[in-house]
């Protein structure tokens, strides 16, 4: 009787979630991202707009700033909140003990959306044309070049940290406020270097206001085309910023691949790749499986840069 009981309480689950799994979605989904204008909000709208019709059910992005990670780590698991965030939302807890959410716990990965490199760029007034140049430069002269970096632990000083680590070098961060404080510290000559997301500094390249080095990815990409891989003069260098799409810890499994595909069928399409790539970022999907693995990854490789460089608030 009682084998009997329990075989009908798992056929009652696994019933009940595929019915879930086939009426979803019966009301609005949202998609909780950061500022409205940043990477994350433009990739977030493209879905938005793209996957709504197949979902049969309007999909609203809600730009809350850098409460956004909290309030999808809070919310019900059940498929209408979801989280379209950076490489920050699993880097944070690293460097601020009061972050008030587990990336590992609280969120279920659903899929990488969208990645950009760092770019190595220089103040013209350095003398160096080159990835390797500056390296000799910087062992050369100990403590003596500094590098712009805005908010603690963000893209552009963990990939300057990681350069100073994996080249052995003594390079010295200068702290602004935010990226267009150390944008114009750089453009001003304050500063001689400087590790931005690829997107963020093409204007400047292009004027010849900053020189442009080195491209931090493994591969060449349409980002920053023509530039070199830092890789090539630093091997094994890597800094990538990533984005992508997670929901609340014990959505159902079948939603979670059910958004996948759909989103999936989005970042893979030309059109999309070409307007993120205008946008400064690379389209992108993976399996809910793969996102997970990439997180622990990153968490693993930026944990301990994080560490030797004694980066924590």
């Not at 950009?116 to 000799?136: D, G, M, Q, T, Y």
């Not at 399409?269 to 970022?281: F, M, N, Q, S, Y």
Request: charged share 15%; aromatic share 6%; glycine share 8%.
């Amino acid at each position: 009787m009682k084998q009997w009981r329990l075989w009908l309480a798992v056929l009652g689950l696994s019933v009940s979630g595929a019915v879930f799994a086939q009426t979803y979605p019966v009301k609005p989904v949202r998609i909780v991202t950061v500022a409205p204008g940043s990477a994350n909000d433009i990739v977030a709208r493209l879905i938005a707009q793209e996957i709504r019709g197949s979902l049969g059910q309007p999909v609203v992005v809600d730009n809350r700033g850098t409460v956004a990670a909290e309030l999808v780590a809070r919310a019900p698991a059940d498929g209408y909140t979801l989280l379209l965030y950076g490489s920050a939302v699993w880097l944070s807890p690293l460097i601020r003990s009061t972050t008030p959410y587990d990336p590992v716990k609280d969120f279920a990965p659903i899929t990488l959306v969208a990645s950009s490199p760092n770019v190595v760029v220089v103040h013209p007034s350095l003398p160096v044309k080159s990835a390797r140049e500056l390296i000799a430069l910087a062992r050369a002269r100990p403590g003596e070049i500094n590098y712009a970096a805005g908010s603690l632990g963000a893209a552009p000083h963990l990939a300057a940290e990681l350069f100073k680590a994996m080249g052995k070098l003594n390079i010295v961060r200068v702290a602004y406020k935010g990226t267009g404080g150390s944008l114009i510290g750089i453009l001003s000559g304050e500063v001689g270097l400087m590790f931005p997301t690829a997107g963020s500094v093409t204007p400047y390249i292009k004027s010849g206001k900053l020189r442009a080095l080195a491209v931090t990815s493994l591969q060449p990409t349409a980002l920053a085309p023509g530039l070199p891989l830092l890789s090539e003069s630093l091997p094994g260098y890597e800094s990538v910023s990533l984005n992508g799409m997670l929901a609340p810890a014990r959505t159902p499994d079948a939603i979670i691949r059910q958004i996948n595909a759909e989103v999936a069928k989005v970042m893979t399409r030309a059109d999309i790749k070409e307007k993120l790539v205008a946008a400064g970022t690379d389209a992108m999907s993976t399996s809910p499986e793969e996102f997970a693995a990439i997180i622990q990854a990153d968490m693993a490789k930026w944990g301990k840069v994080i560490r030797d460089a004694g980066i924590r608030e």
